[in-house]
């Protein structure tokens, strides 16, 4: 642990007046949850099931899969994990289904693979709810959702999971569910998603490669990858606005959230919970702390302002750096 952070452990992420924030890690393999635990989450706030299943050479079967998601829901009862249901495409490739295509980023990726293969998703969702007997403290995200009916679609096929796994005899409650807003086109729909589910959650890093167009692991045009890009504080604050209007939980997820100076601006900004990278909690931790939440409402207004990603990006340092 970083010297001098370990007191802050035990303490809650809340600035100096009292504004209080949940700080929660990002998991997927199973040494995340040790780290994790030492740094004090309260939860997960994105469990990147893809990961285990990338580490098989074959899909993972339901009793196999139940296991590992029982680890995870052990581990950090009672505080809620929220399970992503599985999000292969893209940058994330699976060696026993391979897809091949020109633009992976646009292409058969996320919630659009699974609702094409209802057959993994249902022994998926199967497992996690098996997974929480006893447990209570499941969540389900789906990620890569685009449009009102890939929502729709995935929750009537978690709802006919859950009869399922009813029907053996396991008594689980159905749990919240929830989408990812990764892509610009769920900006726009964020309010009729969250009529919908039960809760958000920001992924930045898509977020920014989508409304930048910037490829997320081009180096070649890495300078342009900034999430402190006017184009998407702006579109944060629209989700935020959103799921306020319509009375529902939301959180960020991406690697912003992991960041002491976006963080605050997070926090700023209404996000409920923040969820990171265990090796980042307790920085995050220490910036809340150190800040009145005034002080992070006036810099959220004042970058609001500016029209220029890498300015935002050294102003932010600088008033942090001066706050001490
Ligand atoms: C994101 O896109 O911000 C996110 C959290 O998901 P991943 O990094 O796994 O794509
Ligand atoms: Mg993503």
């Known amino acids: 642990l970083q010297a001098g952070l370990e007191k802050l452990r035990e303490l809650p992420a809340e600035t100096e007046d009292g504004y209080r924030i949940q700080v929660q890690v990002n998991t997927g393999l199973m040494t995340d949850i ?18 285990p299943f990338m580490m098989r ?24 994990v929220t399970m992503r249901t599985l999000d292969v495409g893209g940058d994330k490739a699976l060696p026993y289904f391979p897809i091949k295509e020109e633009n992976p980023f646009l292409g058969w990726r996320g919630i659009r693979v699974t609702l094409d293969h209802p057959e993994i998703f249902m022994v998926q969702v199967r497992a996690m709810l098996k997974a929480s007997q ?14 009102v009916f890939e929502a729709e679609d995935a929750q009537h096929l978690i709802h ?34 969250a009529q919908r589910v039960d809760f958000l959650s920001v ?28 184009a998407v504080l702006h579109a944060l604050m629209l989700v935020v606005e959103a799921a306020r209007e319509e009375e529902k939980p939301v959180s960020v997820c991406g690697e912003m959230a992991g960041e002491p100076g976006s963080a605050l601006l ?11 990278n265990a090796s980042n909690l307790l920085k995050v931790k220490a910036a809340i702390r150190k800040v009145k939440i005034g002080f992070a409402r ?4 004042e970058v609001l302002a ?15 750096e001066k706050a001490g």
């Open 160 to 193: 006919r999971a859950w009869l399922e796994v009813c029907e053996e005899g396991i008594d689980v409650p159905m749990p919240p569910v929830g989408v990812m807003i990764e892509v610009p086109a769920a900006v726009y729909q964020a309010r009729a998603l």
């Open 34 to 51: 040790s780290r994790s635990l030492e740094r004090g989450a309260e939860g997960v706030g994105l469990y990147r099931t893809e990961i």
């Open 306 to 320: 500016m029209d220029n990603g890498e300015v935002i990006s050294s102003y932010v340092d600088l008033q942090l």
């Open 203 to 230: 992924g930045t890093n898509d977020l920014t490669q989508y409304l930048l167009a910037v490829d997320r692991n081009n180096r070649q045009v890495a300078d342009l990858y900034n999430s402190y890009h006017p």
């Open 134 to 147: 006893g447990l209570d403290n499941l969540r389900i995200m789906l990620p890569m959702v685009t449009s």
């Open 266 to 276: 997070l926090t700023a900004m209404g996000f409920q919970a923040l969820s990171m």
């Open 57 to 80: 050479d074959r899909f993972p079967s339901e009793e196999e899969q139940r296991q590992i998601y029982r680890e995870q829901l052990q581990a950090f009862a009672p505080y809620p």
């Open 298 to 301: 006036k810099l959220l207004n």
